[in-house]
């Protein structure tokens, strides 16, 4: 927020006269004229740039009259795309959340590193992305711009098919906004301390969302997206090998759950892309088995079973595995504060028209 450059008092000339205040000095001192043309002045500004604000406002219908296909083609690609490849939702929704909770919902994850620039995506945290997430990105892009070219952006596509396949898999469908403009940016060192990483504190997770305006509630609830997915097992093969002097596995693991983990990644170290389901009940379904799961010791990653024993966590966890329609609520409205994270509009960005490259080479 800017501080403004100074402050007018007006006095009235008769006022002056009656209390025999000396007027300021002629530099510092306005007339009546000049005063209100100044204000007048500032009322334009302020309406001038209200009026810029509403126009660029992100609204539902944004594409309505400039491709009234939009939706239409989202939905179409990411149903196919979802029925050939199941693991297209997830990585999609994880790829959705790298995005926006780095340089804002701009697509900037989407870029391919050059010779000039090391991109977000080949940071050391994205490189395990699921290329299902960027394929059904491109696809929409490709379709999208044979029906009309130069409309649609990068951001909003991926805003539009996380919702959709979010849905699609047994979640809820949320209101979503349009009008993103594509980022200019994309830099693999502006990555780390942005994501959280599963050997995080919940101190240091709650931080780090907080950053970003969203609240313990908020965060609770959108960790629940990892109803769907998987995660590999270095992520959490400390929890499994030699936890401690005294017990080989995390005790707060359901001991079945941990012999069978450490029975999966027994190899990982010379198979990096071994990986375990992170809910290991219902794996490629939208719901609150989750949070049920981390009350019976079968959190996957340490960052979600610690949701289950912090006072400040706990009591929410139990609430979403209680009650799956409040966890939908409370998921969609955090989903729609998320995809409007530091989005760019205007002159602030610019429509692609390839979601992996920004339309001038930056060098």
């Known amino acids: 927020m800017h501080n403004p450059p100074f402050l007018l008092t007006f006095t009235h000339p008769q006022t002056q006269k009656n209390n025999k205040v000396p007027p300021p000095p002629l530099s510092l001192s306005l007339s009546l004229s000049q005063s209100m043309a100044f204000h007048s002045l500032l009322l334009f500004s302020l309406i001038f ?54 340089e804002g919902c701009d697509a900037s994850i989407l870029i391919a590193s050059n010779s000039f620039n090391k991109a977000e995506r080949d940071s050391d945290i ?18 999208l711009e044979l029906t009309c070219p130069g ?6 596509i991926l805003v539009a098919a996380t919702r959709n396949l979010i849905n699609m898999v047994g979640g809820p469908y949320y209101p979503v906004r349009f009008g993103r403009k594509d980022g200019f940016v994309s830099r693999a060192e502006a990555v780390e301390g942005n994501l959280a990483r599963a050997n995080m504190s919940l101190s240091q997770i709650i931080n780090l969302f907080a950053g970003r305006r969203l609240n313990v509630q908020e965060m609770v609830a959108l960790a629940g997206s990892h109803t769907i997915g998987f995660s590999h097992c270095k992520e959490f093969s400390n929890r499994l090998f030699k936890f401690s002097p005294t017990s080989e596995y995390d ?35 939208f719901d609150n088995m989750y949070f049920r799961n981390l009350q019976r010791g079968l959190g996957l ?18 609430l979403y595995a209680a009650n799956q329609t409040r966890w939908f609520d409370d998921f969609s409205r955090a989903m729609e504060k ?3 994270y530091n989005v760019k509009m205007g002159r602030k960005g610019e429509v692609r028209r390839r979601c992996d490259a920004f339309n001038n080479l930056k060098t």
Do not use: W
């Open 338 to 340: 998320v995809s409007l």
């Open 251 to 285: 005790p707060s693991y359901n001991p079945q759950f941990a012999e069978g983990l450490r029975k999966l990644c027994a190899n990982y170290t010379q198979d990096p892309q071994m990986s375990a389901f992170n809910d290991v009940m219902t794996p490629g379904k």
């Open 49 to 102: 740039s209200f009026l810029t604000q509403t126009h660029s406002r992100l609204t539902p219908n944004y594409y309505d009259k400039t491709c009234p296909d939009f939706e239409k083609i989202v939905r179409q690609v990411v149903t196919d795309k979802q029925l050939a490849s199941p693991t297209t939702a997830a990585a999609t929704l994880r790829l959705f959340f790298h995005d926006c909770m780095v």
């Open 151 to 156: 409309i649609v952006s990068c951001a909003d």
């Open 301 to 318: 990653l340490p960052s979600d079973q610690a949701m289950a024993v912090d006072r400040r966590t706990r009591p929410l966890v139990d």
């Open 126 to 143: 994205n490189l395990s992305l699921a290329g299902d997430g960027f394929d059904v990105i491109t696809r929409i892009k490709t379709n």
